[in-house]
């Protein structure tokens, strides 16, 4: 009889061996909270980062309209100086100057309008596909969590709350997201003349 106590206390050791610590819990808990606190600031920096893409767009814009009136003063000015002339082989040369210079610089003004529209849309996106990122790095932590706390609990949340039925299923999934964040941060830092 006391061996058989002896091994079903040997087996309870080796179990409970087995079982996650208790500090590993909460330090994957506390890992958890960390990482709602992030997502709620990089949401914030996200919603600022966009917000002042729009005011620079904005701005970008007023000064490309400002030096499209600027340039079409100047040509105003110029074919008041036209009529002037008397020679008319001159004035008909200097008016077709001026129209295609004023062709250019209505084809200039929209090109630059166009590419700020582009690049405004891209950062926006590029963001935004952060965010995506983001909480797909969220739904890892809460399967390893669940894992963490409990084998069954990481299984229920596995299939619940990212509809997969294996952690080999999951992680390849959340596998073709890190080269899609690399390359839209690489992007985003491109598109905002930054370096990384």
Same mark, same amino acid.
């Given at each position: ?33 960390? =990482?709602? *606190?992030?997502?709620? !600031? ?6 600022? /980062?966009?917000?002042?893409? +729009? $005011?620079? @767009? ?57 590419? =700020?529209? *582009?690049?405004?849309? !891209? ?6 596909? /952060?965010?995506?990122?983001? +909480? $797909?790095? @969220? ?58």
């Amino acid at each position: 009889m006391n061996a058989y106590k002896l091994a079903i206390l040997g087996l309870i050791l080796i179990i409970s061996g087995c079982a996650t610590p208790p500090e590993v819990k909460q330090l994957s808990l506390k890992q958890l909270d960390y =990482l709602n *606190v992030l997502t709620d !600031a990089v949401t914030i920096q996200s919603e600022g /980062l966009i917000s002042i893409a +729009k $005011k620079l @767009k904005q701005q970008s814009e007023g000064n490309i309209n400002c030096h499209q009136q600027t340039s079409i003063d100047r040509l105003n000015q110029l074919m008041t100086t036209t009529i002037d002339l008397t020679d008319p082989k001159k004035r008909r040369e200097l008016k077709q100057k001026i129209l295609a210079q004023a062709t250019e610089i209505n084809k200039v003004t929209q090109r630059s309008q166009q590419k =700020l529209a *582009v690049d405004f849309k !891209a950062i926006k996106t590029k963001t935004q596909q /952060l965010q995506v990122y983001l +909480k $797909k790095i @969220k739904e890892v932590q809460l399967v390893l969590n669940g894992y963490i706390q409990s084998q069954k609990a990481g299984e229920q949340l596995l299939a619940t709350s990212v509809g997969h039925t294996s952690v080999d299923g999951f992680l390849g999934t959340i596998n073709t997201y890190i080269p899609l964040i690399k390359s839209t941060s690489s992007e985003l830092a491109r598109l905002l003349n930054v370096k990384p």
